[in-house]
């Protein structure tokens, strides 16, 4: 069974940084691009960064371009997002999710974690 499983969020005032972390686990797993979503009370869930496994190419919103960093490693099938110059609109739960290969859609999701910024 594949599990994703989120560390790293917390509270952090802006301006401030934090880096969170995905792990992924299971025998069968295998992925070709692993990335960040968030979700923020009372608005859609919406895509925030992701790593193309093979060649690392990335992938972010235009809302955290320039701000967050997202980074890999593919011994430990670990996924980091670094995120600096934090603003309260960044306040979410942010999701860690993994794509299979031939999948066009992110086919497993971790727990969440809270990330809230105060102004």
């Known amino acids: 069974q594949v599990q994703l499983v989120e560390s790293g969020g917390g509270l952090v005032q802006a301006g401030g940084s934090l880096r969170l972390s995905c792990a992924a686990s299971g025998r069968t797993f295998k992925t070709n691009r692993m990335g960040w979503f968030r979700q923020a009370p009372g608005k859609e869930r919406e895509f925030v960064a992701a790593?193309?496994?093979?060649?690392?190419?990335?992938y972010y919103a235009d809302s955290v371009k320039g701000r967050f960093a997202i980074s890999r490693d593919n011994a430990k099938t670990t996924v980091d997002l670094q995120m600096n110059s934090l603003k309260p609109e960044d306040t979410a739960v942010y999701y860690c999710?993994?794509?299979?290969?031939?999948?066009?859609?992110?086919?497993?999701w971790g727990q969440g974690t809270q990330v809230t910024v105060s102004s």
């Open positions: 790593i193309s496994w093979n060649d690392g190419y990335r």
């Open positions: 999710a993994a794509r299979t290969p031939l999948s066009n859609d992110y086919d497993y």
